[in-house]
């Protein structure tokens, strides 16, 4: 199950997707995100769904590597959607026991809740899936640079995102070689409660953490030792350069967002 | 003055209690002298704990000396202001291939130490497609490095030193991790890059098999050179080596027994073929 965490995944391919400028992929997110939540009714669902149909056709990365990442939220999902059906009241109440009850507006809203959820994992890691973290970092750094002025450490940030995103896998198979041997002494994972359960991670997470310290010692050693010294003085192998594809993406993404306001104000509630 | 020159150099490690006050101290190095000459191959041997991963930390500046001193390029690695000309003369390979790879793709790890030192974007681009061909990795540039094998890892990480273009490599035990097979392809890439580039190699090991290409060899124990010579004039000394447990080449081995047993064939045979060659000519 561990292993199916796609955030923070880099999936090397040769697509528009993948050569397009981070900060546009950074910005096209952000209205993407804003678009799942402005939305309303079958209009807008059709517009987005074919959106990201197309996004996820241009960028060549197979849909079955996108849909591994929801294997992961699964159970915030299933959380998120009962509430939803379970504690709106509706107009028509199909059922009712306590305070749980099953209505129109439930089901709608908890319909709507798990599509958005669903969407915002695929769009998100649609773009870690085809931005390798630096460029994502670079991205990063030169859009937020103007903060740079009030002195937040804008380049220090964005190379600990970088390095964070480039040990998640690491990381995640060390958790799993851990469990492993824990399990062959016997260690118990799958049963108890929670609290038991809980408990059990215990000797997973120690292990984990020291040689996640012992990794970052070595790692600081190792960009020292590469003349590492700061966002002072470095140039850049790849320069962040708009092209013609990234001034189009940029009007693409923004006439998405304008048309999934117009529709939701125009067409509200269709479906 | 060689490339890498020690005078009396000392390293202590202090261990401190909670008040800070010093409980106990270990000597890492103990008045270690050195001169390595550029364009050599030199290996250094010693068990864990020897004091030569502490003594390769020095050469890149990664460490300050206790006492002595220590010389890189001609440059006083204890002056601050020397410690990044330091590193760019000498790189650094270490030992976990995971923990040395900062970036997500093969091409801009290679990219980061260029980027490190303001190399123009056009010239980081010649710089790393060249590093990549040097250590034979250059069809992975666009791959993941989670995805490649201990010793393709390590080569890459070697490929990010080489992109800086140093006049000496040290290796910190870069195979210590690896399977037999990733430490043939680094080791023949350390030798390549000697031979071909003329770049001065520090290898770290405690492989013997490692360091019978060697130039020179010095072997460490408790922080002090307690042996140096030439691969043949070391192994030589079988008898000496095990006094201080350190494993001889096999085919040494062999070599000794068959000598102390009276068959007449030459002290500090290093390889199979020269064992052969001995033996062929023994009547």
Known sequence: ?271 | MGIIKTKNLVHEFFRRDEEGNVEAITTALDHVNLDVKEGQFIAILGHNGSGKSTLAKHINALLSASDGTIWVDGMDVSQEENVIPVRRSAGMVFQNPDNQIIASVVEEDVGFGPENIGVPTDEIWERVEHALSTVGMKKYRAHSPNKLSGGQKQRVAIAGVVAMEPKCIVFDEPTAMLDPNGRKEVIATAHELNKKKGVTILLITHYMEEVVAADYVYVMEKGKIIMDGTPREIFSRVSELKEHRLDVPQVTLLADELRKSGVDIPAGILTREELVDAIMKVK
């Not at chain 1, 695929?122 to 773009?127: A, D, E, K, P, Y």
């Open chain 1, 1 to 271: 199950m561990i292993r199916d965490i796609t955030i923070g995944q880099y999936y090397p391919a040769n697509s528009i997707v993948h050569k397009l400028d981070p900060r546009v992929k950074l910005f096209a997110t952000l209205l993407y995100i804003i678009a799942l939540f402005v939305y309303k009714g079958l209009a807008g669902f059709i517009l987005i769904t074919g959106f990201l149909i197309l996004a996820v056709k241009m960028s060549k990365v197979p849909l079955k590597f996108i849909l591994k990442g929801l294997k992961a939220i699964v159970v915030l999902l299933v959380i998120t959607a009962s509430f939803n059906l379970l504690l709106t009241p509706g107009e028509v109440t199909f059922f009712k026991w306590g305070v749980f009850q099953v209505s129109d507006t439930g089901i709608r809203t908890a319909v709507m809740m798990m599509i958005r959820l669903i969407y915002l994992i695929i769009g998100t890691s649609l773009m870690t899936l085809t931005t390798t973290p630096n460029q994502l970092t670079d991205g990063l750094e030169k859009s937020l640079s103007p903060l740079n002025r009030i002195n937040v450490p804008v380049h220090a940030i964005a190379m600990m995102m970088s390095i964070a995103l480039r040990f998640i896998p690491i990381l995640i198979e060390e958790t799993d070689k851990i469990m492993k041997a824990q399990m062959a002494r016997g260690a118990d994972f799958d049963h108890g409660n929670i609290i038991q359960k809980a408990k059990a991670m215990v000797p997973i997470l120690v292990p984990l953490f020291v040689s996640a310290f012992r990794r970052a010692d070595d790692l600081a050693m190792a960009m020292e030792a590469r003349c590492y010294n700061g966002g002072t003085g470095r140039t850049k192998m790849k320069p962040l350069k708009y092209t013609a594809s990234d001034r189009v993406a940029y009007l693409v993404i923004i006439g998405f967002l304008a048309a999934v306001i117009l529709l939701r104000i125009f067409v509200p509630y269709f479906g």
